[in-house]
């Protein structure tokens, strides 16, 4: 089956064209500027990438032009649009609605509708491509696959906050996570490395710009890292992560911030960046590290001592642990963050193989980075959301679900 893979932002459309027979990516990328101005950049192996500037004003538009390159003589990989025989939609929130992929209805875009306080930055836009892909192809199933559906296996004890009950029921206040499609993919390789799933115990940590680490459980998630919104947790590259709740309104009063404003700053100034007073990015400040910079070595610090408290922790929640997997673009790429991370870890049976994990980076297999005599596996695991959703999109059409 050909699948068209969409992951929606506010003035963009990524996309990945799947064919699931041999999971195979035909064509991949992504249309920007939607709504002030446009241009889609498409790539396929063994050719030079195409670039066109062309006006998009909105995501119908911007879903008829991947299509229209998709297609083309010279530059696409399909004949026809009827050769897309489904669409799997990125989604970041699902509430309390969805605890798995869905078939796009009215009353699934409704409820969607209804999670728009839960990620205001990400379903708007969602919502955007799903019906800029319906417009432009009316007639093909669509499928939503959402990151908060892996954690809803959570125990009440872990998603729950302790505040009135009835206020969190009323306001469906309680731990989300984000991510999950990631830790999903990560974990399920895991259990494939270990030859099982049932009793097993592996801490995910998807490392990027936005960060989050899981503990899974017999291929179940029992607790995650990000929370209601994906600000909690681990320090992040903009994102301060888990903080006093008090110090929330200090700074409101310090500062004169509205509430909107507050938001924006613990999402946008703080973390990486906001410690470092450099850059978000791990790239630079392992540079500036390097070159004796401070404030860069702390908040790497902080980041490396808060991702092996997690571990820790969720080590004792498990009652034990089996793996320890890195993913996204700092687990996958940095390994002087998994060094630090890891070290003094020994006691919970961890030991990294130090050439290894050095020369691990920007590789496309699954690489075990502890020592033979760890008794805790590390592995580094590119993750791949985009087959996860292409999978489910395939299934849930196959089965005829609605």
């Known amino acids: ?89 990125r989604i970041v929130h699902g509430g309390a609605y969805f605890s798995e992929s869905v078939r796009v209805t009215d009353e699934v875009i409704a409820k969607l509708e209804l999670c728009r306080d839960l990620a205001p930055l990400h379903t708007g ?9 319906i417009a432009a192809m009316p007639e093909t199933p669509q499928v939503l696959v959402f990151d908060t559906a892996f954690h809803q296996t959570m125990p009440d004890y872990a ?31 895991m259990c494939k490395i270990l030859g099982r799933t049932e ?23 029992i607790d995650t890292s990000m929370g209601f919104t994906p600000l909690d947790g681990l320090e992040m590259g903009t994102r301060c992560g888990g903080i006093d709740p008090a110090i929330v309104p200090f700074i409101m009063a310090k500062k004169g911030f509205t509430p909107d404003e ?24 392992g540079e500036a590290v390097k070159a004796g910079h401070k404030r860069a070595a702390l908040a790497v610090n902080i980041l490396t001592y808060q991702i092996k408290k997690f571990i820790g922790s969720y080590a004792a929640a498990m009652n034990g642990l089996d793996a320890v997997v890195f993913t996204a673009g700092i687990g996958e790429n940095r390994d002087e963050i998994r060094a630090a991370a890891c070290r003094d870890l020994d006691w919970l049976g961890i030991k990294l193989d130090p050439e290894v994990n050095e020369r691990t980076k920007k590789q496309g297999d699954n690489v075990c980075i502890s020592a033979p005599d760890s008794r805790v596996l590390v592995y580094v695991i590119p993750t791949n959301e985009e087959l996860v959703i292409a999978s489910d999109t395939e299934r849930i059409v196959k089965e005829g679900r609605i």
Do not use: W
């Open 125 to 133: 836009a969602h919502l955007m491509g799903i019906r800029g892909c």
């Open 199 to 221: 009793g097993t115990k592996i801490v995910t940590c998807h490392l990027g710009n936005g960060s989050s680490i899981s503990a899974v459980k017999d291929g179940k998630v």
């Open 262 to 285: 507050m938001s924006n700053f613990m999402n946008k100034e703080c973390g990486l960046l906001g410690v470092s007073g450099l850059s978000p990015d791990c790239r630079d400040l």
């Open 1 to 89: 089956m050909k699948v068209l893979v969409v992951n929606a932002g506010s003035s963009s459309l990524k996309y990945q064209l799947f064919d699931t027979s041999d999971n195979s990516v035909l064509a991949k990328g992504i249309c920007e500027r939607i709504g002030i101005g446009g241009e889609i950049t498409h790539k396929m192996s063994g050719r030079p990438d195409y670039k066109e500037t062309v006006e998009m004003v909105d995501h119908t538009e911007a879903t008829k032009v991947l299509i229209r390159v998709l297609t083309d003589p010279e530059v696409g990989c399909i004949s026809d649009m009827s050769e897309i025989e489904a669409v799997g939609h």
């Open 159 to 189: 998603y729950t906050y302790p505040i009135p009950y009835e206020m969190a029921q009323e306001y469906q206040i309680r731990r989300y996570g984000a991510h999950g499609t990631s830790h999903r993919f990560v974990s399920g390789e």
